[in-house]
Nanobody, 121 residues
Framework: QVPLVESGGGLVQAGGSLRLSCAVN????????MGWFRQPPGKQRELVAV???????TYTDSVKDRFTISRDSAKRTVYLQMTGLKPRDSAVYYC???????????????WGQGTQVPDSS
């Protein structure tokens, strides 16, 4: 059973919007914080947004005021609403979850396949 399943990526024009979803399957029992990461072609995977179990959110500076992370804890699902998309947002987007998510704590060891947001330029 794949523990993390991302969906919702696709090609959209610059300035457009997408909503990504990620389901955390029962493979992992303890889901506290949830986060979205992205990996542009040829670059390192970076943390984009985090939402804690109490709903506190944090964002990397480049997506503030454009992206919104949310969660449905009952469904063990995290979302990323992306607006005002720019070519630099092009990447494969991954989610993860764990007791804490930050640059040093990236969640469960097994990543999903990610969902691709192609270059919109």
């Amino acid at each position: 059973q794949v523990p993390l399943v991302e969906s919702g990526g696709g090609l959209v024009q610059a300035g457009g919007s997408l909503r990504l979803s990620c389901a955390v399957n029962g493979y992992y029992r303890d889901v506290g914080a949830m986060g979205w990461f992205r990996q542009p072609p040829g670059k390192q995977r970076e943390l984009v947004a985090v939402i804690t179990s109490t709903g506190t959110t944090t964002y990397t500076d480049s997506v503030k005021d454009r992206f919104t992370i949310s969660r449905d804890s009952a469904k063990r699902t995290v979302y990323l609403q992306m607006t005002g998309l720019k070519p630099r947002d092009s990447a494969v987007y991954y989610c993860n979850a764990g007791m804490k998510i930050d640059d040093d704590n990236r969640g469960f060891p097994d990543w999903g396949q990610g969902t691709q947001v192609p270059d919109s330029s």
